[in-house]
Structure formats: structure tokens, C-alpha cells
């Protein structure tokens, strides 16, 4: 199935700092969503973004559906402790059959 | 709010035997997705619905699991049986699966463990 190259992998950083995480495909996307998943839980959806170049934002939370259609961004302002988890990117192809495709996730510390 | 129903939570089973997840998607969702995920790893589709079809099972190890979705609603994922190896999370997502809604979301997922 599609890969999706999400980095970085993993991320220790300060309270109070910026984040931010990338995901590319190979192919084009429709769709573009961001998760985040706590230990034990299901990923819950953060952002979805419909349309090449479209910039949403969810609280300190911002995605960008990138122009070429095969990557997106996920910034977060103002890191705080709760932040902490895995973030992960998934996105529909332009076959139709609404084939969800995931990233690797990136792990997020936040360092009171 | 509507949210995706699954059962049980925690799961613990003893190789070899049978086991079933259950998954109650959102109401009106046509597209319903099977994941496991590996403690720390990435999440491995194992089989999608629309509606009552399958769209997709590439990935869903045929001699032991099985999934159906009998009336297009609710689901239920089955491993028979059960290897050491399947310990994992199973989380089922729902969306409804039309352009420009193709937003998929997840239940708190079934914790198996294999002894």
C-alpha cells in the first residue's frame, strides 16, 4: 500500500516551544488529516484539510495541505505538557475507495 | 456526540483459542477500517468495508482472521486462532466515506494480549 514519510520520528523539546512535523507522499492526496494518540487510546482526529494550499488552523494547532497535493505540516505554538503523545499524519489517495493511509507517527516529549 | 463503539476494551486469551472484537460505527458512516497496531508501532490496516462490501483485506492474514459486516452497520473482526503474535491494539474507524468527507475516526480501540 501507499507509505507515507512522516518525520521527525521523534521529538524531545521544552514547554513553551514550537513544533513542527512533515509528512510526504508519493502520490497525490485528496485529503490530508492529522491525529493524535494518547497511550492506550485511539488516535483522535486534530485537523482535516480538503483542499491543495489550505491552511487550518485548531487552537495552537496549525496544518497546511501542501501545493504539489503529496505532503502536509503539523505546527503546534506554545508546546505545553499535555501535548505528549504520537502524531500522526493520514491521508485518502485520488483512487476513490477512500483508502486511508497512515504515517510512522512522531513522537512527541514535552519537557516541563 | 457520536463516537465509534468498540468491544471489548481488554482482552486476554490463551494461544490457539478463538477470539472476536466488535465495533459499532458512527450512525450514517458507509466506510468502516480494521487496524492493529503493535505496542509502539505504526497502525496496519487489516481490512475495509463500504457499506457491507470489502474494499480491501490485502493486508488481513486470511487463514486466521476473518471480518465481516453483515448490514453494513456494525463489525466484528475475528482471529481463530489466536497466536502470540497477535498481541496487539485492534482499532476500528468509521467515516463516511464521501468526497470532501472522508474524515475517519477512531474508537478507544480492544487491547489483546496472547498467553
Known amino acids: 500500500g501507499q507509505q507515507l514519510n512522516q518525520s521527525p520520528q521523534s521529538m524531545f523539546i521544552q514547554e513553551g516551544e514550537d513544533v513542527s512535523m512533515n509528512c510526504t507522499s508519493s502520490s497525490i492526496f485528496n485529503t490530508w488529516l492529522w491525529y493524535k494518540q494518547d497511550p492506550g487510546e485511539g488516535p483522535v482526529l486534530l485537523i482535516a484539510l480538503y483542499k491543495a494550499g489550505e491552511l487550518t488552523s485548531n487552537g495552537r494547532l496549525t496544518a497546511q495541505f501542501g501545493i504539489t497535493r503529496k505532503d502536509s505540516f503539523l505546527n503546534i505554538s506554545a508546546s505545553i505538557p499535555s501535548d505528549v503523545g504520537i502524531y500522526f499524519c493520514a491521508g485518502t489517495d485520488q483512487t476513490g475507495a477512500n483508502n486511508l493511509f497512515f504515517g510512522t507517527g512522531t513522537r512527541l516529549t514535552v519537557i516541563p | 456526540e457520536a463516537e465509534v463503539a468498540q468491544s471489548p476494551r481488554y482482552k486476554i486469551t490463551e494461544k490457539s483459542q478463538a477470539v472476536a472484537f466488535w465495533c459499532d460505527p458512527i450512525?450514517?458512516?458507509?466506510?468502516l477500517y480494521w487496524y492493529r497496531q503493535i505496542l509502539g508501532q505504526g497502525l496496519e490496516l487489516l481490512v475495509q468495508f463500504q457499506d457491507e462490501s470489502v474494499v480491501d483485506d490485502s493486508q488481513l492474514p486470511k487463514d486466521r482472521f476473518s471480518a465481516e459486516r453483515l448490514k453494513g452497520v456494525d463489525s466484528t473482526l475475528k482471529i481463530q486462532p489466536a497466536e502470540l503474535g497477535d498481541s496487539a491494539m485492534y482499532l476500528c474507524?468509521?467515516?463516511?466515506?464521501?468526497?470532501?468527507?472522508?474524515?475517519?475516526?477512531f474508537g478507544q480501540g480492544t487491547r489483546l494480549t496472547v498467553v
Open positions: 474507524a468509521s467515516s463516511r466515506g464521501v468526497r470532501g468527507d472522508t474524515e475517519a475516526f
Open positions: 450512525s450514517g458512516h458507509a466506510t
